[in-house]
Every structure is written in C-alpha cells, then in structure tokens.
C-alpha cells in the first residue's frame, strides 16, 4: 500500500524552566494512504507533540516528515487538524462554520460551497446548516467540526482527542459515526487518544509510543479486518485480549 506520510528519525527538544527536555527522539514511521492510525502512549510522552509535528506546527530539531514525498516545513493546505475541542465559533451558523476555511483562505467559491453542502446532507446536518452551534448537541457539534475539516479536501487528517469531551456513551456513538464519515470520504487519519478500546475500535493499526522522549515501542496491527465497523468489534470477542495486550505494553504500572 502506497505511503502518504513518512516520518524519517525526528527528534524535537523545548525548552523549560528545569532546562531543554527531549521531547521526541529518533521517531521514525509511516501512514499507508487510506490508513486510519492511532497513537497511544502514557501520559506526557509526546502524543501530542508528534501531532503537531505532524501538522507543520512544530519543527523538529533532527529529521524530517514527507507528505507525498513533499517536507513539511509549516503549516501545509493538505493537512487537515481537528482539535479536542470543536471551536466552533458560536457567533456563525454551523453551515457557516464549515466553511470557515475556504473564508480565511479567500477560497470560498460556488464549487466549495456545493461541496460543503453535499457533506452537511451526506451526513445528516443540513436540516442544522443555519442552526447555531449552542443550538447542537455535543455530538453534533463534533460531526460539524469534522465536516469543517472535509470540507477544506486534506489528504491528511489529523485528530487530537477529538471525543474527549464527550460524555462516554456520547464518545462512543460519536467515534464509531466520525470512523464512518473518515472512511466513507476515503480519507487518511492519525489520532491521538488516551482510550485503547477507542483506539482499538477505530484503527486499523496502533502505533504505540514509549515514555519520554518518545519513540516508536510496537505497532499493533488490527486482527478484527477492515469492514467490522466499531460497535461490532467492541463486541468481538478477542476484543478484550487486544485491549489487555495494549494495555501491558503502555507499562503504565512502572
């Protein structure tokens, strides 16, 4: 399968008041086009810090990450980020929103708007498209968040603990609609999260990260195939052994 992303030997350092802390060390990995890929790890190993690597937000102090062959040296069209919170802005309608993109980039056009459009029917918002995001439940909420980062048509989507705010059952329905839409729309996505059975539910590999500063610890390939949709693997009975083998190699107890 064709590589979309590749990340070759990245190391990244910041600056505290204890002085420079390695965040990332000699990280390397890559993302298959059409790939749905999660990253876990224990807390503060750099999850989050990969992420925005990822989007361009960050250079790394060593090595380099290709999309489609290209560095990315910032902020890159093709790379779409969903942030934790929805960040919807709540002075404009959802329609409004989603297109939030094209009126920043001064890219708003009848083709934009058509697109956008067909997504907000595709998935069930467009009786909500003049609706105010105070007017959406949290689920819809994300849905629209989501819809807003289609909308701009990345090759690459990026997910930073897009469900954790979300009551549990509200997490998991929303996961399972959001892992639908991302694969329906044939998109390529990397989330991070802190919730193995969410990330085993959704991904069809697990990249697994160790203690600071990171690097790659294992990778988990998923065992359920690639129809099972979420519910139905959460359902699976080798379902549980997935999340306790996880589980052991996050080696939280240390």
């Given at each position: ?5 590749n990340?070759?030997?990245?190391s ?5 008041d ?15 086009e059409?790939?749905f ?6 807390s ?9 690597v ?6 790394p ?6 999309l ?5 040296t ?10 934790q919170?929805d ?7 959802v ?13 708003r ?10 997504l ?8 909500f ?16 968040a ?5 909308a701009?048509?990345p090759?690459l989507?990026l ?6 705010s ?7 329905t ?9 694969k329906?729309?044939q ?16 991904s069809?590999?697990?990249l ?15 065992d359920?195939g ?29």
């Amino acid at each position: 399968m064709q590589k979309i992303v590749n990340v070759l030997g990245i190391s990244l350092r910041y600056q505290s008041d204890d002085g420079e802390i390695p965040a990332i060390a000699d990280l390397s990995m890559d993302v298959a086009e059409g790939e749905f890929l999660s990253i876990v790890g224990p807390s503060g190993c750099g999850k989050s810090t990969l992420l925005s690597v990822l989007a361009g937000l960050l250079q790394p102090d060593a090595g380099q990450v290709l999309l489609r062959g290209d560095p990315i040296t910032g902020p890159h069209p093709a790379v779409g980020l969903m942030p934790q919170r929805d960040a919807l802005l709540p002075w404009r309608t959802v329609r409004s929103n989603v297109l939030l993109g094209q009126d920043v980039s001064h890219s708003r056009s009848r083709e934009a708007e058509a697109y956008a459009d067909a997504l907000l029917s595709a998935y069930g918002l467009s009786g909500f498209a003049q609706k105010y995001p105070s007017e959406l439940s949290g689920g819809m909420r994300q849905r629209a968040a989501l819809i807003r980062t289609l909308a701009t048509q990345p090759a690459l989507l990026l997910l930073d603990e897009p469900f954790s705010s979300l009551d549990y059952q509200t997490r998991i329905t929303v996961a399972a609609d959001i892992h639908r839409i991302i694969k329906q729309q044939q998109k390529t996505a990397v989330m991070v999260t802190h919730d193995l059975s969410e990330a085993l539910s959704v991904s069809d590999r697990i990249l697994v990260l160790s203690r600071r500063p990171a690097s790659v610890k294992r990778i988990f390939v998923s065992d359920f195939g690639p129809d099972v949709p979420p519910l139905a693997r959460r359902e699976h009975p080798a379902f549980a052994a997935a999340f306790e083998q996880l589980w052991r190699e996050l080696d939280v107890h240390v």
